[in-house]
């Protein structure tokens, strides 16, 4: 556990290195690889919708600072912005934000602003998608199974085939 904190503290210190060095694409691409590493840090989500602001992408920034709890009218008008890209579509949106976190973590998530009901339908969306995709996994790993299972006898086949021949 304190080496993966000492990861963290490393890389965190080199994005504010590189916001203080004006390179936000740097930082950027350093947070996306912390966000797919640590997908429960929300914090890290916020930091890289400061930088997407900053980058003058204002709908990527609503993306994501759309699970900030406490947002300022800026947030507010990105998140705004990104739900107007999306056409006001809560599956689409739950689809691009990519949450991989925590479902708990969702469940206690409070969203307020305008469009609250299309807040707490994307929420929805993120937890069902959440559960959903547990089921994909076991599909695809007894796909995986009896693939390898029908593989296996296909060998053990060919084997007692030229086996019996010779």
Not at 51 to 65: C, D, H, Q, T, V
Request: aromatic letters at 14%; one cysteine or more.
């Amino acid at each position: 556990m304190f080496f993966i904190k000492k990861i963290t503290v490393k890389t965190l210190e080199k994005i504010e290195d590189d916001i203080k060095k004006n390179d936000l694409g740097k930082a950027r691409d350093r947070l996306h690889g912390l966000i797919s590493t640590y997908p429960n840090e929300l914090e890290l989500r916020k930091k890289l919708g400061d930088i997407y602001f900053e980058l003058k992408y204002p709908s990527m920034a609503g993306r994501y600072w759309y699970l900030e709890e406490n947002k300022t009218p800026e947030m507010v008008k990105a998140c705004n912005e990104f739900e107007k890209f999306m056409g006001n579509d809560p599956y689409r949106i739950a689809r691009t934000l990519k949450y991989k976190g925590d479902i708990e973590i969702l469940k206690r998530l409070e969203l307020h602003g305008e469009f609250t009901s299309i807040k707490n339908k994307v929420k929805e969306k993120l937890i069902q998608e959440s559960e959903d995709s547990l089921q994909d996994k076991l599909f695809t790993i007894g796909c995986l199974s009896i693939f390898i299972l029908l593989i296996t006898f296909e060998v053990i086949g060919v084997y007692a085939f030229f086996k019996w021949i010779f």
